[in-house]
């Protein structure tokens, strides 16, 4: 079955398929690096990560392009109000790249740690102010765009006589404009509907840069549209990002696009639904705004306790990512033992030493062959995680049948062995990225362990007990566990 996705902009489940065959570009907007991300991004990032994946695994060359906004953000859609970037820097003292590097630090540990895979291109706002002043100058001159007192404005109202603004979102101009009629600050726009490409910037104003029309920054939307253009081309195959940014941002890039060269941009563009806890959006006023840091460590008064970051994905991998999810301690908790019992089911299945069936192909066989077209059926069906994991649960079954001895081994042959093992890593870990946290946990354990004994041996021979030490050593050799004396006096262990 070929990969079908949901497409915002024909509003249908489609086949995908790529510009250039074997190669797909993906640009998914990044983040605004003046706080901390928080959960509901994370959920974003990481979905957009299981995306990039799958194509991946399906064999295809990714350019995976993520934007980092470090300039011209503004509080407000339409491109007024105030730089994020700069407020925060007067709240915290810091330059406002000492904010965007603080950030962005931040940012990549937290992908680092919820071990999602890096963008091939990672391009800032501020490191592309060139081809953002080339965008305007195009709209410029092909009639979309007008100048007053420095600053440059999107002419929505000429863009829609002959496009379509709307096309993404599916609003309608002249009810926009009624809503936006009564709002300050308008003053220099034709139309209310109309947003900044390019704002004059006062003295006080700390970033800005030259331009054909004096100093200013660069209106938000624009950057992700130069940036995606000089990356991928005119025309590229996927558009990510949350679903709060369907309108107005992805909306004035497509117009952006296509006033500048005729071409939208993306032709499939995916969103990401919004992450809410105990039935709430997250916001920082009501108090339930969790760091994806504070799941970890479960220092929030909201936690029962810290998960694993793989919980928290498991969590998110157990919606489709288009719907909107809530979750709660409730939830965290069921998922950690679901999560606990596909990684149980991992680690039973490497170590099976099984007599296999090597003659013929079982009915077992079959099933598991068929859970695994399942697998990838469902990731087909616009990346359905919730019924892949639901797969992997069957599998999993399978696995404590045969450890049970309910299934004889000769019921299973090492193809059928060998398709449930890799089924089970494949999407576990490289698909969804999620990680055997119990086995690293279970490796630190067995290091204590081991530290122990080899302190004990360590007493055994200042006291010239040999034979205690010798014996320590040789059970130790026997449990496959091999000491090494280091030249600095101390021993290292590994497994043989
Ligand atoms: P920001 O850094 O706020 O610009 O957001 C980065 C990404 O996270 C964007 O794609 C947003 O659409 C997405 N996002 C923001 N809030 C949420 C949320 N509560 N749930 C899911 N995604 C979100
Ligand atoms: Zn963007």
């Known amino acids: ?151 440059v404005y999107f002419d929505v109202k000429k863009y829609n006589d ?30 209310s509907i109309d947003f900044a490409l390019w704002k004059k910037a006062s003295p006080e104003h700390i970033m800005q840069w ?42 004035c890039e497509i117009a952006q696009n296509t006033g500048s060269c005729k071409h939208g941009g993306a032709k499939y563009w995916l969103h990401t639904n919004m992450l809410n806890f105990n039935g709430q959006k997250m916001s920082k006023s009501l108090g339930n705004s969790i760091l994806p840091m504070e799941f970890v460590s479960g220092n929030h008064p909201l936690l029962d306790k810290g998960y694993a970051p793989s919980v928290l994905k498991f969590l998110f991998l157990q919606s489709h990512y288009s719907s909107e999810l809530d979750i709660n301690v409730k939830g965290l908790q069921d998922a950690e033992k679901g999560l606990k019992r596909l990684m149980e089911a991992v680690d039973i299945v490497n170590s099976l030493q099984l007599t296999v069936n090597s003659a013929s192909k079982t009915e077992l066989d079959s099933k598991i062959e068929s859970i695994a077209a399942a697998c990838k059926e469902c990731m087909d069906d616009d990346f359905n995680t919730a019924k892949t994991i639901g797969n992997l649960f069957e599998l999993s079954t399978i696995v404590n049948s045969l450890k049970g ?31 055997n946290e119990n086995a690293a946990l279970s490796n630190n354990k067995l290091d204590e362990a081991i530290q122990v004994l080899i302190g004990l041996r360590k007493d055994a021979k200042a006291k010239k007990d040999f034979v205690t030490s010798d014996k320590i050593r040789n059970e130790l050799g026997a449990a ?14 590994s497994l043989s």
Not at 419 to 434: E, M, Q, R, S
Request: proline residues 4%.
């Open 162 to 191: 002959q496009h379509n603004y709307g096309v993404l979102s599916g609003r309608n101009i002249d009810e926009l404009m009624a809503g936006y009629r009564d709002l300050d600050g308008q003053e220099e726009k034709r139309n």
């Open 1 to 151: 079955m070929p990969l079908k996705v949901y497409n915002t902009l024909t509003r249908q489940k489609e086949e995908f398929k790529s510009i250039i065959p074997n190669h797909v570009g993906l640009y998914v907007c990044g983040p605004t690096v003046y706080s901390e991300p928080h959960v509901g991004n994370l959920r974003t990032f990481s979905s957009f990560d299981m995306i990039y994946r799958y194509l991946t695994f399906l064999g295809y060359k990714v350019r995976y392009v993520r934007n980092i906004t470090d300039a011209g953000h503004l509080t407000n859609e339409r491109g007024e109000g105030v730089n994020r970037m700069e407020s925060q820097a007067k709240l915290e003292s810091l330059e406002p790249m000492e904010i965007v590097q603080k950030y962005t630090v931040s940012f990549h540990r937290i992908m680092d740690a919820f071990n999602t895979i890096p963008p091939t291109i990672e391009p800032t706002a501020t490191g592309h102010i060139v081809e953002q002043i080339e965008m305007i100058e195009t709209l410029l001159k092909n009639g979309f765009a007008y100048e007053v007192s420095g600053s």
């Open 210 to 251: 030259n331009s054909p029309w004096g100093k200013g920054f660069p209106g938000w939307h624009l950057e992700c549209s130069a940036m995606s253009t000089k990356y991928l081309g005119e025309t590229f195959d996927i558009h990510g990002g949350g679903m709060d940014l369907k309108f107005p941002h992805h909306e």
């Open 405 to 435: 001895g309910q299934v004889k081994p000769e019921e299973i042959s090492s193809t059928g062995l060998d398709l449930l093992k890799a089924t089970l890593h494949n999407y576990l870990f490289d698909v969804f990225g999620l990680r």
């Open 480 to 493: 496959g566990i091999n000491l090494k004396d280091e030249k600095d006096g101390g021993m290292s262990w």
